[in-house]
Every structure is written in structure tokens, then in C-alpha cells.
């Protein structure tokens, strides 16, 4: 096992690791300081409730379209160029995030910065994926997703100790720090290899125009949302589910978003270990899948538990919705070459974005049914889709990726 992390812990899978745990540290913040900087900017309860739903939406859409730009991006010009430009763009906007000085403000630059994180962890995946041997590709995304996770517990302890604004310039002067790293890293051999004029490369709308590609786009997407649910609804609105939980103690954002997150670097390590023991990626995730509805039962029972158990149910949850990383491989591994990047970068931000749609669904429903069944209804279906879809994706395991499609 020591020489098989040698292997894999190479200079290009140490740097886009420590590029997603700046990515996670900007991604997360905002739940972290949703209401200590809404609160600050002037708003209620209700008000807090309220934009931080909209910010965080805006911050998603963001994530949409900049999946798209960046997937395109990195099959025409490379997986570097993607990793370059995104850092410094979002680095850039969560620097600003310090001075806003209006719920408005607040917003647009977290719609900046959800388009600048959209291109760092599909570009790091599909160079690691392409880079390393087939039999040790699961392990360099299991790393890389394990290590990037714990950026929420960077965001958890700064926010805590420090102002919020300063918490966000904290995270631009990391990704700033992160980008002299990269020039060190080489673009994927695979990649220039089929470079060439009469391949096409890039091609987004391929993925609606052909139906093959289109129903395996499809499924790769709507497996994933089940872990978005659990993170946009059950944990970033935790104060809320604690207070119709009747949970004794006050919950903090911040402190669920962090146990979430140690339990999902955990769930990582687990689900990419098992799936390259049991040698298949779909055996594993339907386990962890599973298990992941049974643990969101779980959170559901907590009426009147203590704040200590909460935040156990938040650690649960994190545990086994630890799946991204082999979600991600997934994608990647499904995808020719020449459009690899435009998937494996699409496809996790069309997850991050479904946030918007199911978050959207349970604001509409909170009114009428609650907070918990609101939240019930809602992770009642995109669980159903997950199934169904994933029990239609093919094994990937042991695929070749060195091809592209026609």
C-alpha cells in the first residue's frame, strides 16, 4: 500500500489536492459566514433566510456557467490553461467578497466567484485521470477529493477566529499562493497526443446532439444530486432543521458544515478504497448510495436530541454522501478524450447547480408542508432519480481512456 502511494502521490495530484482544498474553502465559506455577514449587512431573520438562499443560488448558477465555460475550455486549450485562469478568478472575486456593502453586491461576486470554482476540480480530475495508470487512477481522485474536502474545516476555524470579511481575503491569498504551484505541473500527454485539426474537441452540444452521449450525460448527472440535497438543504440550512427538530442547543452553520465535510474526507478515503477493491466504481457507490438514504433517515428522527448528536448526524451524513470523488471518476471515465474535461468539469457543476432547483423546491414547499417535510418530499425524489439512474450506468473500472468519440 506504501508503494502504491508513492505511485500516486505525485507533484500534479499534491497541487490540484491542495487546489481543490482552496476551491472547497471558497465554495463553503458562504454557508460558514451566511449569517453572521447577512446579519451585518442589515437583514432579519426572515431576510437572512431568505438571500441566503438567493446568494447561494447565484453562487451556484455561477458554478453552471462556469462548468460549461471551463469544460469547453479545457478540451480546446488543455487542462491546464482551466486550472490557471479559474483560481485566478475566483481568487480574485473572493478577495472583493471583503468589501461588499449591499445584499447586491454580495451576490454578483458570489456568481463570479461560482463561475471561477466551476473549473478546478473536473480540469484537476480529468489530468489526474489521464496521467495516472488505470489500476491507480481511483486512488489519485480518492486523494485528491480527501484532502480537498477538509477546506471546509479551514473555513470553519477562520470564520470562527476571524472577521468574515477577513475570512474571505484569507481565502484569495490562498488561491493566489496556490498558482505559482502550477507552473511546476505538465498538461496530460493524453490530451496533446490527440491533439489534432480534424478531431473535435470540445464540442458541449455534442452531449444533446447525439443520444448516446446524451443518456450517459444524463446519468451521470442526476446520480450525484442525492449528495447535493443533503449538503444544500440538510446541512447549509442545519439552524433551520435544528430549530423544527426541537434540538437542544443552538446550532451553528459553520460547526455542521465542518462535521459534514470531516465525515465526506472520510467517506472519500472509503468509497474509493472499496471501489478499487471491489474493482468496480458502481458496486461501490450503490453501498455508500444506500446507506446514504439510511443516514438521512436517520438525521429525520432527531426530534429533541442534543446538540451533540446533531452534529453527529451532520458527520453521518458527510461519511456516506463520500462518494464524490468516485461520482467524479465516474464521469470521467464514461467520456472520450476530446470532450473528457467538458464532462468531468460539466457534470459535478450541473450537480453543485441542481442545488439551485431542489433548494428552490424547498423554499416553495416550506410554507405549505414545513421545514421537515418540505425537506422530506424533496429528498424523496432526487433519491428515486439517483437510483434509477445509477442502476443504468455501466461499470467504467477497468475502460481504457486513451480514445475519443466520434
Partial sequence: MISTMRQVLTLPVIVIAMGYFVDIYDLILFGVVRVESLTELGLD????????????????????????????LGDKKGRMSVLFASIILYSVANTLNAFVASVEQYALLRLI???GLAGELGA??????????????????????????????????????????????????????????RFKVRESEMFTHHVSDDIKRGDFFSLFKNKRLFAKYIKAILIGVPL?????V????????????????????????????????????????????????KKAYTIFLVISAFSVLYYYTLQGASISQFYFAMFLLGTFCGYWALFITMAAEQFGTNIRATVATTVPNFVRGSVVPVTSSFMLLKDSLGVLGAGAAVGTVVFALGFVMLYLTHETFYKDLDYVEA
Fill in 45 to 72: 431573520k426572515d431576510g437572512v433566510m431568505r438571500w441566503g438562499s438567493i446568494i447561494l443560488n447565484m453562487q451556484m448558477a455561477g458554478m453552471l456557467l462556469g462548468g460549461i465555460l471551463w469544460g469547453i
Fill in 113 to 115: 466567484a461560482g463561475i
Fill in 124 to 181: 484537476g480530475v480529468t489530468l489526474v485521470a489521464e496521467i495516472l495508470p488505470k489500476q491507480l487512477r481511483g486512488y489519485g481522485v480518492m486523494a485528491i477529493a480527501a484532502f480537498g474536502v477538509l477546506g471546509v474545516v479551514a473555513a470553519n476555524i477562520v470564520a470562527t477566529h476571524f472577521d468574515w470579511r477577513n475570512a474571505y481575503i484569507f481565502g484569495g491569498l490562498l488561491g493566489f499562493a496556490l498558482l505559482f504551484l
Fill in 228 to 232: 447535493w440535497y443533503v449538503i444544500g
Fill in 234 to 281: 440538510l446541512v447549509m440550512f442545519s439552524p433551520e432543521f435544528a430549530m423544527a427538530l426541537e434540538i437542544d442547543g443552538k446550532v451553528s452553520a459553520g460547526e455542521a458544515l465542518m462535521w459534514c465535510y470531516i465525515g465526506l474526507s472520510a467517506g472519500d478515503l472509503a468509497s474509493g478504497f472499496l471501489s478499487q477493491k471491489l474493482q468496480s466504481r
